[in-house]
C-alpha cells in the first residue's frame, strides 16, 4: 500500500519533470530548429525583417507578458521610440523581478512600430550572460511594451563618469572582458550590431556589463568562409567615432567592424567615460583615422591594453583579431595582473598617435624597423650611437633623435611617435610568454 503511493509520486514528479522541460527546452519554432539542424550545429540568429510580417518573429521568440501581471513604477530614461521605466513582473509561480519596460510612444507608423518590435525578435533568440535578457512583450493592446532585465547601475558610460577613478584597472578590464564575451557569443550567431559602445552597455549590481540596443542591427550574410560582409542602404546615421573607415566610407558592416568599436569602448572604459577624439568633429574624425591618427593610451591604461587598441583599430579589416583571440588576451591579462601594472613611457595629452605605415609583428631588428618606417637613410646614424635593439630604440626622445643628427623635424617626430608604438608593441610581447 505504502508501495504504491510511492510509485505514485514518483510518477507524478516525473509527469511534471517531462511537462516543464518540455515546455522550457525550446523558445524555437520547429522552423528554427529545422534551420539550426541545416547548418551543422552552427546557431545563426534569424533576422526578423526578413520575416513578411517582423511581428511574426516577435510571435516565435518573444514571450506574451499579460500586462496585469506587470507593475510599471517610475521612468528611468529615454530610448529611440519611448521612454523606459522601472517595473515589477510576476511571473505565474515565480517570485517576482525587478524589469525595465520600454514602452512605444502613441501616434507612430506601423513601420516604426515594425523596428520597435523586432528588437524584441532579436534578443529574443539570445542567451548569455553578458547579452540584455528579454522577459517578455506585451502586444496585445497598446502600448506596446518590451520588458528586460533591470541593470541596477544603468548605462556604462554614466556609471564611469559618475565613479571616475573608484576602480582597479582589474576592475575596468573584468567589465571590458565581459563585453568582449557577449560579443564574442554574438559573433558566434553570425550577429553584427553595429552601434557597439559605452553608452549600449548596461551594468547591474555585481558590476557585470550586459550589450544592449539591438536596433542599428542586420543579419550579415556572407560566404560560409568569409566574414559577413553587408553593405546598409542609404540614410541610416553612422556614430561615426565608434566606426572602422571601411563601414562609414561603404557601410560594410562586419564582426571585424564591431572589434573596432570594442576596441572604442575599451578606451572609453579605461578613461572613465571621456568622449573619443575628444571635442574633434566628425569630419575630423574620418580625416584623421583616414590618415592612420589613432587615440593614445588614457591616463593609467597599461601598454598591453593600449596595444589591444591598437589591433583593434588595424585600418585592415582582415588584421584585426576575432573577438575569440581578444577574449583570450584579455584572460592571460587578467591571469597575470603584473602585466596591468600602469606604467606608459610618457605622459598622455589630448593628441593623437601618429601614424606608423608598418606591422610590428614583423620586425626584428632596428634595420627592418627603420625600412618600415621608410627611414633607412638613418641607418648609420642608428648604428653610430649603438642604438642596436629594438629596445633602446623604443626607449627614444626627441633630443636623443636630434643628437643622433636627424634634422628634419618632421622626421623626428615620425622616429619618436614610431618608437613610442613599439614601446607599447614590446611590453604587450613580454605579457604574451
Ligand atoms: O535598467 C535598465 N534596463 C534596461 C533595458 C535599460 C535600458 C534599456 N534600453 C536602453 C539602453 C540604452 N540606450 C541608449 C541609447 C537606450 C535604450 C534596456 C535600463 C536603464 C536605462 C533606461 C533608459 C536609458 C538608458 C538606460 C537604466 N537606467 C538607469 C539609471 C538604470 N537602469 C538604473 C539606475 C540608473 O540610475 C541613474
Known sequence: MGGAAFLLVVAAIIVVFVFRSKRRESPYSDRLQRYISNRGGVKYYVDPSTYEDPSEAVKEFAREIDPAHLKIEEVIGAAQFGEVSRGRYRPLGRRELLVAVKTLRWGVTDREKGVFLSEAGVLGQFDHPNVLKLEGVATHSPPERIITEFMENGPLDAFLRENEDQFSVLQLVGMVRGVGAGMRYLSEKNFVHRDLAARNVLVNSNLVCKVSDFGLSRLMRGLDHNMPTYTASLGSKIP??????????????????????????????????????????????????????????????????????????????????????????????????????????????????????????????????????????????????????????????????????????????????????????????????
Not at 565608434?242 to 578606451?267: C, N, Y
Not at 623604443?394 to 619618436?416: A, C, F, P, W, Y
Request: hydrophobic share 40%; charged share 20%; net charge negative.
Open 240 to 433: 561615426v567615432r565608434w566606426t572602422a573607415p571601411e563601414a562609414f566610407q561603404h557601410r560594410k558592416f562586419s564582426s571585424a567592424s564591431d572589434v573596432w568599436s570594442f576596441g572604442i569602448l575599451m578606451w572609453e572604459v579605461m578613461s572613465y567615460g571621456e568622449r573619443p577624439y575628444w571635442d574633434m568633429s566628425n569630419q575630423e574624425v574620418m580625416k584623421a583615422v583616414a590618415d592612420q591618427y589613432r587615440l593614445p593610451a588614457p591616463h593609467n591604461c597599461p601598454p598591453a591594453l593600449h596595444s589591444l587598441m591598437l589591433q583593434c583599430w588595424q585600418a585592415e579589416r582582415g588584421d584585426r583579431p576575432a573577438f575569440d583571440s581578444l577574449l583570450s588576451s584579455l584572460d592571460r591579462l587578467i591571469r597575470h595582473p603584473a602585466s596591468l601594472k600602469a606604467e606608459h613611457p610618457r605622459s598622455t595629452s589630448q593628441t593623437l598617435l601618429s601614424p606608423t605605415p608598418t606591422d610590428l609583428s614583423s620586425v626584428a631588428t632596428v634595420s627592418e624597423w627603420l625600412s618600415a618606417l621608410r627611414m633607412d637613410r638613418y641607418k648609420e646614424e642608428f648604428e653610430r650611437a649603438h642604438l642596436d635593439t629594438l629596445d633602446r630604440v623604443s626607449l627614444i626622445t626627441m633630443e636623443d633623435v636630434q643628437g643622433l643628427g636627424v634634422n628634419l623635424l618632421g622626421h623626428q617626430r615620425k622616429i619618436v611617435s614610431a618608437a613610442q608604438q613599439l614601446r607599447t608593441h614590446l611590453t604587450q610581447g613580454q605579457v604574451e610568454v
